[in-house]
Nanobody, 124 residues
Framework: QVQLVESGGGLVQAGGSLRLSCTAS????????MGWFRQAPGKEREFVAR????????YYADSVKGRFTISRDNAKNTVYLQMNSLKPEDTGVYYC?????????????????WGQGTQVTVSS
């Protein structure tokens, strides 16, 4: 069982930046691809970004491409999401998730473990 704990959310003005962190309890963290998802009130959870096990491959939703950067530090069991040029539509609860499978997926149901989420609010 992998436990994931997100941090770094908060309130920021449009155009600002935040960096989210997600730390895993599992020492085999490097065996998991990691993803970030978000959920706005009244909306379904949506894919934001994914990073491969070693960090060499990254994938982004079109809505965040060029503004967000996913990275990981396997020595620290941590994945990050650097969010720049934030927009009000980026508001939501952000979740990190771990995927044991190497097949790239943007479907939340394909991920095996989830954190509790961290709130990001972008004011206009």
């Amino acid at each position: 069982q992998v436990q994931l704990v997100e941090s770094g959310g908060g309130l920021v003005q449009a155009g600002g930046s935040l960096r989210l962190s997600c730390t895993a309890s599992e020492r085999t963290f490097s065996m998991y691809a990691m993803g970030w998802f978000r959920q706005a009130p009244g909306k379904e959870r949506e894919f934001v970004a994914r990073i491969s096990r070693a960090g060499g491959n990254t994938y982004y939703a079109d809505s965040v491409k060029g503004r967000f950067t996913i990275s990981r530090d396997n020595a620290k069991n941590t994945v990050y999401l650097q969010m720049n040029s934030l927009k009000p539509e980026d508001t939501g609860v952000y979740y990190c998730a771990a995927d044991r499978d190497v097949v790239v997926t943007r479907t939340s149901g394909e991920y095996d473990y989830w954190g509790q989420g961290t709130q990001v609010t972008v004011s206009s």
